[in-house]
């Protein structure tokens, strides 16, 4: 018999305060930078009927089992695990299906910040006019003045950092809660207002029809990849945040509505977000893209030149810091709950060690835009391995543990007992899906990530070992991507803050 169920010290208090804060984890830069994308150019309608596909079978079972493990064991992820572990008499290895996800967790909280701060910079950059009719050549140089300068963006990080922390120092009830109260409905407004202002204003009429429209000859391998991965990366898996939300549950919450409700919520932004951003794109006549180049390039260009674009550039901007504000302090959490419980540190000091170590671990990526950007190994740099460690090594390896932890080594009773999913054929569907479904989907897109980060520098020509490697698969990709098909930077479906190529920080 598992344990009886412990009250724990901190509970969310609402009745929807799990699916609000859990739902600010998901809704970040991806939604905005890729997934968009992702639909307009790889089959529209159908991408989209794929992408819900993928969530159901392969992401919700895994957010489902995330959550389940840390409500039962109302622990930090490592110590969830490890209580599972003991319940069910698993291997000792086992554990490290939550020490990595806290690591990964960590790591990603590093160099996502440094991103966010962009977007905070951003923010005030539109709202102090800087993009009103600015052409093409000034919005690049805006940019790369930015990310030249060390100092600059250090204050950026800064200032993101400890955003983060101000909210995560306060405790659970008195500062997640309260201030995901207001992020969430604030990101949802200015959203709403947005998409209403890009119909009267901007070419909606073709962003409805690039997001849309049903395009069969853009499916191809590379639509299911990407469909797989962000169904995986978007909804937060892998790094342990979700387990440590699932940990302050109360049980009377339930698991599966929960992730229904999270999952569709994270696709309309996505949705919403691509119809604005891309009506103005198409707007001012600019070619669709993705990552670093659609969001500090094309966005400010575009709105710039849209009537009241200052204010209008400056509330997306502000759509985006609040979404990467709320995913990195998601992210913290496992970390900090961690500290608290394994070092017994006070919930402060544990804000401040975590944030001050992923403070200065960003720094490297800070300087993989400007001082660092030629300092490489194998061919990439620092915020380029970071990048390509956690989101296509990490997270999938995370993933996949917990997968084949929560279907195969948690025995049926107990996972059906945790999740309190009383319908027998869902919950028959979720336990076959993460035996089977689930472990295989993360490994093919792993596969596919690796081999796709190594096509790309041994094409760019970074580092001749990786071209060994590459094989007739990789080549093909490769001519794709040439023709502009493929849009990630490194390749990696699932990456968590990839430049696009031309603004790979290299100079
Ligand atoms: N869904 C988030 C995003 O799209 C994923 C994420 C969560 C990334 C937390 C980093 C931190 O950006």
Redesign the pocket.
Known sequence: MVKQYEKPVVEWTGRWTFVLAATG???????IWKFPYMTGTDGGAYFIAIYLLCLLLVGIPLLMAEVALGRRARRNPVAAVEFWRAEVHAAPHWRWAGRLGVLAGFL??SF?AVVGGLGLAYVFFSAFGDFVNAGHESVLAELGHLTASPLDMIGWHSLFIALVMVVSMRGVNRGLERALRVIMPVLFILLAMLVIYAWRNADFDRAVDFLFSMNPGQLRWQSLMDALGHAF????LG?A?MMAYGAYMPQRNSVAVSALVIALADTAVGLAAGLVVFSAVFAQKLAPSSGFGLLFQSVPEAFGGLPGGQFVGCSLFLVVSLAAWS??I??MEPAVLWCQETLGLARQWSVFVVGVAAWLLGMMTVFSFNIWSRHTFLGANFFEWINFVTASLLLPLTGFLVAVFAGRVVSSGYLGEAMGLRWRPAFLCVRWSLRYLTPAAIALVCVWSVHGFISTLCDQGRAPAWCVSASPMAKSMDEKSKNGVIPAATGAPNS?AAPSRDLAPRR
Do not use: E, I, K, Q
């Not at 984890?25 to 939604?31: A, D, H, K, M, P």
């Not at 990366?233 to 937060?236: D, I, K, M, R, V």
């Open positions: 984890s998901t809704v970040g830069l991806g939604n990603v909280l996502y990366f978007t909804l937060s790094m945040a995913s990195a998601s992210v968590a």
